[in-house]
Protein backbone atom coordinates (compact mmCIF):
# COMPACT_ATOMS: atom_id res chain seq x y z
CA UNK A 1 0.00 0.00 0.00
CA UNK A 2 1.37 3.45 -0.80
CA UNK A 3 2.34 5.46 2.25
CA UNK A 4 -0.59 8.57 0.71
CA UNK A 5 -2.87 5.72 0.79
CA UNK A 6 -1.86 4.68 3.93
CA UNK A 7 -1.99 7.75 5.94
CA UNK A 8 -5.65 8.35 4.53
CA UNK A 9 -6.86 5.14 5.77
CA UNK A 10 -5.48 5.91 9.28
CA UNK A 11 -6.85 9.33 9.17
CA UNK A 12 -10.41 7.95 8.21
CA UNK A 13 -10.26 5.81 11.58
CA UNK A 14 -9.42 8.30 13.29
CA UNK A 15 -12.30 10.64 12.38
CA UNK A 16 -14.12 7.56 13.03
CA UNK A 17 -13.34 7.49 16.24
CA UNK A 18 -13.43 10.51 16.73
CA UNK A 19 -17.13 10.57 15.71
CA UNK A 20 -16.68 13.44 12.77
CA UNK A 21 -18.97 11.52 10.57
CA UNK A 22 -18.31 14.45 7.69
CA UNK A 23 -14.65 13.78 7.79
CA UNK A 24 -15.28 9.80 7.40
CA UNK A 25 -17.54 10.22 4.62
CA UNK A 26 -15.28 12.12 2.77
CA UNK A 27 -11.99 10.09 3.39
CA UNK A 28 -14.29 7.00 2.82
CA UNK A 29 -14.98 8.51 -0.76
CA UNK A 30 -11.29 9.18 -1.54
CA UNK A 31 -10.77 5.46 -0.57
CA UNK A 32 -13.59 4.18 -2.78
CA UNK A 33 -11.86 5.58 -5.47
CA UNK A 34 -8.89 4.70 -4.61
CA UNK A 35 -9.95 0.97 -4.44
CA UNK A 36 -11.78 1.43 -8.36
CA UNK A 37 -8.16 2.88 -9.70
CA UNK A 38 -6.82 -0.30 -8.26
CA UNK A 39 -9.24 -2.63 -10.18
CA UNK A 40 -8.40 -0.50 -13.32
CA UNK A 41 -4.85 -1.23 -12.50
CA UNK A 42 -4.75 -4.82 -11.79
CA UNK A 43 -2.49 -3.74 -8.38
CA UNK A 44 -2.22 -1.31 -5.80
CA UNK A 45 -1.57 2.08 -6.59
CA UNK A 46 1.51 3.84 -6.22
CA UNK A 47 1.79 7.45 -4.49
CA UNK A 48 1.66 9.07 -8.14
CA UNK A 49 -1.37 7.37 -8.82
CA UNK A 50 -2.92 8.07 -5.52
CA UNK A 51 -2.30 11.70 -6.23
CA UNK A 52 -3.54 11.54 -9.42
CA UNK A 53 -6.86 10.66 -7.79
CA UNK A 54 -6.93 13.19 -5.48
CA UNK A 55 -6.39 15.78 -8.19
CA UNK A 56 -9.10 14.28 -10.08
CA UNK A 57 -11.54 14.51 -7.25
CA UNK A 58 -11.03 17.71 -6.27
CA UNK A 59 -11.19 19.03 -9.65
CA UNK A 60 -15.05 17.27 -9.86
CA UNK A 61 -15.73 18.97 -6.93
CA UNK A 62 -14.31 22.18 -8.52
CA UNK A 63 -16.54 21.40 -11.38
CA UNK A 64 -19.57 20.96 -8.87
CA UNK A 65 -19.05 24.22 -7.20
CA UNK A 66 -19.15 26.08 -9.79
CA UNK A 67 -22.52 23.93 -10.88
CA UNK A 68 -23.85 24.50 -7.95
CA UNK A 69 -23.11 28.42 -7.53
CA UNK A 70 -24.45 28.85 -10.79
CA UNK A 71 -27.22 27.77 -9.69
CA UNK A 72 -27.63 29.49 -7.12
CA UNK A 73 -27.07 26.54 -4.37
CA UNK A 74 -24.83 28.02 -1.91
CA UNK A 75 -25.21 25.41 0.67
CA UNK A 76 -24.48 22.51 -1.95
CA UNK A 77 -21.55 24.78 -3.30
CA UNK A 78 -20.33 25.18 0.35
CA UNK A 79 -20.43 21.29 0.98
CA UNK A 80 -18.60 20.18 -2.11
CA UNK A 81 -16.29 23.21 -1.17
CA UNK A 82 -15.79 21.28 2.83
CA UNK A 83 -14.69 18.15 0.77
CA UNK A 84 -12.13 19.65 -1.24
Not at 7 to 30: C, E, F, H, N, S
Not at 50 to 57: A, E, K, P, S, T
Amino acid sequence: MSEIAARIRADQIVARKGGDKDRTLVLGTVLASLKNRELELGREPADAEVIDVLRMQIKQRLDSVDQYRAGERDDLAAREEFEI
